[in-house]
């Protein structure tokens, strides 16, 4: 679906261009009770389901478990996604198998509401009928569409307006001190921090944006991708089942999950008979979301090119956090915009240190010779690289990390017998992924999601804590490991008891994916370290503090004291109280 001459796949989607897929078109009206049926029959591969903007709960038959917009789907399972269609106007929404194999393949379809009667389409009966249409409906034109227009929005009453300045940039990406790095990375950053990456002075890592309930979030991205891309219009390495001419496109978007918009302005995605949502070098847009509740981690990717610009970095976490949240950095306590470890402060609840990591696979690397790393690695075998015996499955291709970041066995050890302490970090040193830190006892939150961008999917382990199976649920079994972690996974785990368990231990805690070999061995694995003591380099949760606003409401309630006189008679002990409350009946 590339259109000549400018053969540019943010169009790919785009019905204006091409016309509709040959895939269901899903209809509906807007307003309707909607009713999705998953089914998967046939034959190896498990898959990922992710529909743009309508959400649904992961337990149909419980209100109170958690909104998602994403399903894992593997052979003779079924799933039934249920939700109203919620949009103005005549909209499309993508809906589509994450992994960067099956979208490449087709598997990718529109799911169209109309808000005037069409007639193709019977309205439900117990549903009030739709206004008469007046207008024609849209139809190909073979030309890109228009962009969409920045209009005024009516927010809801009272929502502050919370407003990023982002920016999409070409720079290396770091992924280790090994030299392991992406010459062509494309990453979103706050624009504060643009130069500072460009100079090379900050390595970059996945942006990760918060709101809180009841915001509105303006996000205002610039493009200032310049190049150079990695090929000229086959792709190569890593590859995907039918290889075809595909050149980079120059435009890039943004893409957030669960949060509530408008699909016609601020979907990110250039889909069906919607106007332009991507932009070229130098453009800017704005894209706005309302958070309307505490759904936690999601995912944040760009739309404009899945195939050349998500694994090379263009991925990010937006997360929902409690109503009048401040974000602390956790050395200072100054409030910060972003980062992967904050201390999160609010009105009413105590503080909790929350861990962002987003784990991602399919990346493209150099070595520090800048020779191209071809992963699945060969395992070591006494000194000598062994070699597989089949070429590795399309979906194993590429190489792994977390936040931008991987921790090779293969740059620590170097013989087998060696590999028992491949994560010491008294003989090696920290890993490049993130080091978390806390305090025993600490309240936990990780944030966690899955952006980019094969179909083989994950687990999540963390060593020596535990949380809840479904967060909303005290019920809910207790575990250790998340898996079927695949594009468009997110979840958030409030660990139990804190950091270092039950018995509030000290010490290091490995968290890392749940596949050892090709997972664990290309670096997916890192350490939650629990301090003994205090440090400088973390500053200490503070205990809860009452908000002025809350001055007639006591923290605890007042306790009577009494002073107690043993003295002693002839034939009987006395006990004689003395009141020593002032302003307390007695």
Not at 129 to 147: I, Q, S, V
Request: one cysteine or more.
């Amino acid at each position: 679906r590339l259109k000549e001459p400018d053969c540019d796949p943010a169009y790919v989607f785009s019905s204006w261009v091409h016309g509709d897929p040959v895939t269901p078109m899903l209809l509906a009206y807007n307003g309707d009770p909607v009713r999705v049926r998953l089914i998967q029959g046939a034959h190896e591969e498990s898959h990922s389901f992710n529909l743009h903007r309508q959400r649904w709960r992961r337990e149909r038959p419980d209100l109170d478990s958690e909104l998602d917009q994403q399903q894992h789907i593997a052979i003779a399972e079924s799933f039934t996604l249920e939700f109203n269609m919620e949009g103005e106007g005549d909209f499309d929404m993508l809906y589509h198998f994450g992994a960067i194999d099956d979208i490449w393949n087709g598997n990718w379809g529109i799911f169209r509401s109309f808000e005037k009667e069409v007639p193709h389409l019977i309205p439900l009966p117990d549903r009030k009928k739709p206004a008469k249409r007046e207008k024609p409906l849209p139809k190909p034109t073979g030309k890109k569409p228009p962009m969409v227009k920045q209009l005024d929005y009516c927010y809801p009453p009272n929502a502050k307006v919370r407003k990023y300045d982002v920016v999409a940039l070409s720079t290396r990406i770091d992924y280790n001190k090994h030299g392991d790095h992406d010459p062509y990375g494309i990453v979103f950053a706050l624009k504060d921090d643009a130069e500072a990456i460009l100079s090379k002075r900050l390595n970059p890592e996945p942006l990760i944006l918060r709101a809180n309930v009841g915001e509105i979030v303006e996000a205002t991205l610039t493009n200032k991708i310049t190049g150079p891309f990695h090929h000229d219009g086959y792709h190569g390495y890593p590859d995907v089942p039918v290889s075809a001419f595909f050149p980079t496109s120059k435009r890039i978007s943004m893409h957030a999950q669960l949060v509530e918009y408008d699909v016609r302005h601020s979907d990110g995605a250039t889909v069906g008979f919607n106007l332009d949502q991507t932009i070229g070098p130098g453009e800017s847009i704005t894209y706005r979301w309302y958070i309307d509740q505490e759904f936690g981690a999601a995912n944040l990717w760009d739309m404009a090119d899945v195939r050349n610009h998500r694994h090379h970095g263009a991925f990010g976490m937006l997360i929902a956090e409690p109503r009048g949240s401040k974000y602390l950095h956790p050395k200072t306590r100054k409030e910060v915009e972003t980062g992967s470890q904050v201390i999160v402060s609010t009105p009413i609840l105590p503080e909790f240190r929350e861990f962002s990591i987003i784990m991602h696979d399919g990346v493209r690397l150099l070595d520090k010779n800048g020779e191209l790393i071809i992963d699945p690695e060969p395992l070591i075998l006494n000194g000598v690289v062994g070699e597989e015996e089949d070429e590795a499955d399309f979906e194993d291709q590429g190489s792994r990390g977390f936040n931008d970041r991987n921790e090779r066995f293969s740059n620590r050890v170097k013989k087998l017998e060696e590999v028992f302490q491949v994560f010491s970090s008294k003989i090696y040193g920290d890993p490049s992924t993130p080091l978390f830190l806390a305090y025993p006892g600490d309240p936990i939150t990780i944030r966690f999601v899955s952006p980019a961008d094969r179909a083989r999917a994950h687990a999540f382990v963390i060593h020596g804590h535990k949380f809840l199976r479904s967060q909303n649920d005290m019920n809910s079994s207790i575990v250790s490991v998340k898996g079927q972690n695949i594009v468009g996974s997110n979840d958030d785990f409030k660990l139990l008891y804190g950091a270092g368990g039950k018995l509030n231990n000290p010490g290091d805690y490995m968290y890392r994916s749940g596949n050892i070999r090709w997972d664990i061995e290309l670096g997916l694995w890192g350490i939650l370290r629990v301090l003994s003591s205090k440090r400088s380099e973390l500053a200490s949760l503070q205990p809860y503090k009452q908000n002025k606003e809350d001055k007639n409401i006591p923290l605890q309630p007042k306790r009577r004291r009494y002073k107690m006189t043993r003295m002693k008679t002839k034939h009987v002990k006395v006990c004689k109280i003395k009141n020593t409350n002032e302003g307390v009946n007695s």
